[in-house]
């Protein structure tokens, strides 16, 4: 849960807009049950295809 603020850590939590990474299986898991984010496609790294369905990520691609 990265929504949480945890003060204790200096982390204030995520908001709406805000940008973090995700490794690319838990991004598939997100697709698969159709709440995928959306991706800068230009920032990710080839080695995503190998777990990421490729037509799924450029629909979600906020950057082309």
Known sequence: DLSTPMPQYGFAGLKAGDQWCLCAPRWQEAF???????????????????????????AHAIDL
Do not use: I, W, Y
């Open 32 to 58: 698969e049950e159709g709440k995928a984010p959306q991706v800068k496609l230009h920032s990710t790294h080839m080695a995503a295809t190998e777990f990421c369905d490729v037509e799924g990520l450029r």
